[in-house]
């Protein structure tokens, strides 16, 4: 690049440009470089089919935060992985709480309204609401009162976000490998987009369909037992989730200081900074969410 450019000397503009593709270069051959394991990874891998029957002991909560959000279509979608998990037998081994922090008091009477419907039909199964009038520490605060007042009634919890679903089998296998693997405190899975309707979204959705998995092979040969935590999809053991990730406000004003947003990524760093497996499992299949409908979106999010 700086040959191409030297024939009449450098100029600043031309030095910017060398600056943004010595840094695109290096984030491009990284990627490539995670590709390339992934692909080698997958190769070599034999899959290995799970067990279908349901032995678990353990008793798993579903965490869905809820934040002014069309309550039904969550609501719709809890039901339906309720039944999946009926039908499969696995009903006794989770349960499930909506955790909600809406602030706009229309949508917080509709989304009562919802709640209290489903627990009209549903009197003695195991669906519980939460609405925090405060929203104290916004999404990890939210999850961290569940932990500090619930926690201890469950080995796990499957945190979701409000547009996530999964399937019963994709749930049982996070428990089945919970279950197997007393140092891990945290299992990720890799969601695939869903329900995608413009074109930008449409177009994450073919990108993750097309190489999703060759990358989250490569980023989990890369990782190892000190992978990450993407707040959603993932499953969790609470202990010690409770005891080593609670976070604290930074000092100042925000954006640099408050509640810090990126909570997933510091949970994870924290849990192995305590000696616990943070695992990335893209192998796992049935995990989905939607994604933001444009770029604006996505940036805001």
């Known amino acids: 690049?700086?040959?191409?450019?030297?024939?009449?000397?450098?100029?600043?503009?031309?030095?910017?440009?060398?600056?943004?593709?010595?840094?695109?270069?290096?984030?491009?051959?990284?990627?490539?470089?995670?590709?390339?394991?992934?692909?080698?990874?997958?190769?070599?891998?034999?899959?290995?089919?799970?067990?279908?029957?349901?032995?678990?002991?353990?008793?798993?909560?579903?965490?869905?935060?809820?934040?002014?959000?069309?309550?039904?279509?969550?609501?719709?979608?809890?039901?339906?992985?309720?039944?999946?998990?009926?039908?499969?037998?696995?009903?006794?081994?989770?349960?499930?709480?909506?955790?909600?922090?809406?602030?706009d008091l229309q949508l917080a009477e509709a989304e009562e309204a919802v709640i209290q419907d489903v627990l009209r039909r549903r009197p003695n199964e195991p669906f519980f609401y939460r609405r925090r009038k405060h929203n104290w520490m916004k999404k990890q605060g939210n999850i961290g009162d569940f932990v500090q007042r619930w926690g201890g009634r469950y080995e796990y919890m499957a945190v979701l976000d409000a547009d996530s679903l999964m399937t019963p089998d994709g749930l049982i296998e996070l428990v089945r490998r919970m279950d197997h693997s007393p140092k891990t405190a945290l299992i990720q899975t890799l969601p695939m987009i869903v329900s995608a309707r413009t074109v930008s979204a449409r177009g994450q959705q073919f990108g993750l369909r097309a190489h999703g998995g060759l990358f989250g092979a490569g980023l989990a040969w890369w990782s190892g037992g000190a992978g990450n935590f993407w707040g959603h999809n993932a499953i969790i053991r609470v202990k010690p989730f409770a005891s080593h990730a609670k976070l604290p406000d930074l000092p100042g004003k925000a954006p640099l200081g408050g509640p810090i947003l990126s909570h997933d990524f510091i949970e994870a760093a924290l849990l192995r900074r305590a000696g616990w497996r943070v695992e990335i499992a893209p192998d796992i299949e049935g995990s989905y969410e939607e994604t933001p409908p444009t770029l604006i979106d996505v940036a805001a999010r």
Request: proline content about 3%; hydrophobic content about 50%.
């Open 1 to 103: 690049m700086i040959g191409g450019f030297a024939k009449d000397g450098v100029n600043p503009l031309e030095w910017l440009a060398i600056i943004i593709f010595t840094i695109n270069f290096f984030w491009l051959t990284s990627a490539a470089a995670t590709a390339f394991a992934g692909c080698s990874v997958l190769l070599s891998t034999k899959r290995q089919v799970a067990p279908s029957e349901v032995k678990s002991r353990s008793r798993t909560a579903i965490v869905i935060p809820l934040y002014n959000e069309r309550a039904a279509k969550v609501v719709g979608a809890a039901e339906a992985m309720w039944e999946a998990l009926r039908e499969r037998d696995a009903q006794n081994n989770f349960e499930i709480f909506f955790l909600s922090d809406t602030s």
